[in-house]
Structure formats: C-alpha cells, structure tokens
C-alpha cells in the first residue's frame, strides 16, 4: 500500500496544474475506488462511485452533478479497456466541460489508454484485490 500512495503523490505533484482544475474524481468500483480515495482526499475534492455490474451494465452515482465540470476517472489498472470504456462513455453522457484519466497500469494490449498511466505487459495484482 505504501507503494500505490508514493506513486500516487509523485502523479499529484507531477500534474499539479492540470489537477488543480478537477472538480471531481470519479472512482471505478471496486479496484479504482481506494486510488480515487487517496487522490480526492489529496485534491480535497468530491468521490463519485462508478460500477458495473455482473451483466456489464454500469451505473454512476450522482452522475448530475458531473455536468459542466472537470473530471479525473481513476482506476487501478486497465486490463482490456472494456470497463474503463463504458464508465468514460457513461460519464461523457452527463456533459462534463473535460475528462482526463488515471490508473496505476495500464495493460499494453489495452484498447484504450488513460491520460495518465503506467504501461505494462504484465497482469498487477494489488492489496485490495
């Protein structure tokens, strides 16, 4: 764990500027949600939850009040793109003014990559999995 918040404070460092226009983090059940947690407690702004369930149908928690508004969706690793697809195309149907992206890894052979990620051709497997 101490690791993921040591890569996860270089990131808000790093992005300083580009962060301080986020107005909300948007955590992506259930591996996204304790990075997003670290990153919106560090950015002090707003966690919104996205699921999908069993039947990759995905829901997003007050999704109203996204529109308009500066989005980062975090997740701890992309691994075909599909989830992480469909909770940014969710997202973008409530009308934010920008989404960016971040994950601790992003799978090379992923169909999507996130604006800000680490790429690897291996699986990761992380505390809370």
Same mark, same amino acid.
């Given at each position: =764990?101490?690791?993921?918040?040591s890569?996860?404070?270089?990131?808000?460092?790093?992005?300083?500027?580009?962060?301080?226009?986020?107005?909300?983090?948007?955590?992506?059940?259930?591996?996204?949600?304790?990075p997003?947690?670290?990153?919106?407690?560090?950015?002090?702004? +707003?966690?919104?939850?996205?699921?999908i369930?069993?039947?990759?149908?995905?829901?997003?928690?007050?999704?109203?009040?996204?529109?308009?508004?500066?989005?980062l969706?975090?997740?701890?690793?992309?691994?075909?793109?599909?989830?992480?697809?469909?909770?940014?195309?969710?997202?973008?149907?409530?009308? +934010?003014?920008?989404?960016?992206?971040?994950?601790l890894?992003? =799978?090379?052979?992923?169909?999507?990559? +996130?604006?800000?990620?680490?790429?690897?051709?291996?699986?990761?497997?992380? +505390?809370?999995?």
């Open positions: =764990m101490h690791r993921v918040q890569v996860i404070a270089a990131f808000i460092h790093a992005h300083s500027t580009e962060l301080a226009k986020v107005d909300f983090v948007v955590g992506i059940s259930r591996g996204g949600l304790v997003s947690a670290l990153i919106a407690t560090k950015l002090d702004k +707003p966690l919104v939850a996205a699921y369930d069993r039947q990759d149908r995905v829901y997003l928690d007050r999704g109203a009040w996204l529109k308009g508004k500066h989005i969706i975090v997740d701890d690793i992309v691994r075909t793109g599909k989830t992480f697809k469909k909770i940014e195309a969710l997202v973008a149907r409530h009308n +934010p003014s920008s989404i960016q992206s971040f994950t890894f992003c =799978m090379v052979s992923s169909i999507v990559r +996130p604006t800000w990620t680490t790429l690897t051709k291996t699986d990761r497997s992380f +505390p809370w999995d």
